[in-house]
Nanobody, 118 residues
Framework: QVQLVESGGGLVQPGGSLRLSCATS????????MGWYRQTPGNQRELLAA???????NYDDSVKGRFIISRDNAKNTIYLEMNKLKPEDTAVYYC????????????WGQGTQVTVSS
């Protein structure tokens, strides 16, 4: 059974930074491309950043140049360093493998709330 545990969210002022962590268990981490997603009320989850098991990364235009995704394969953990945060970054942030995220009804972690406000 796959477990995903996100942490590191909080309240931050515009322009500030946060670092999110996602600890995973199960077999998904070592071979899967992992991603960070976010969701706001009434909207679908959106993919922000992805990282392959080899370390190649890709970003949505909304976060490119501000967010950095990384992974520690020894710890089965991925990270999202968020810089120059904006109020529109306020959301619940989740991680998952890109393949599992496409499966209807697949489980997600509890997410971590990020609020950007002065």
């Amino acid at each position: 059974q796959v477990q995903l545990v996100e942490s590191g969210g909080g309240l931050v002022q515009p322009g500030g930074s946060l670092r999110l962590s996602c600890a995973t268990s199960g077999s998904i981490f070592s071979v899967e491309t992992m991603g960070w997603y976010r969701q706001t009320p009434g909207n679908q989850r959106e993919l922000l950043a992805a990282i392959t098991n080899g370390g190649s990364t890709n970003y949505d235009d909304s976060v490119k140049g501000r967010f950095i995704i990384s992974r520690d394969n020894a710890k089965n953990t991925i990270y999202l360093e968020m810089n120059k945060l904006k109020p529109e970054d306020t959301a619940v942030y989740y991680c998952n493998s890109l393949s599992r995220a496409l499966i209807p009804g697949s489980s997600w972690g509890q997410g971590t709330q990020v609020t950007v406000s002065s």
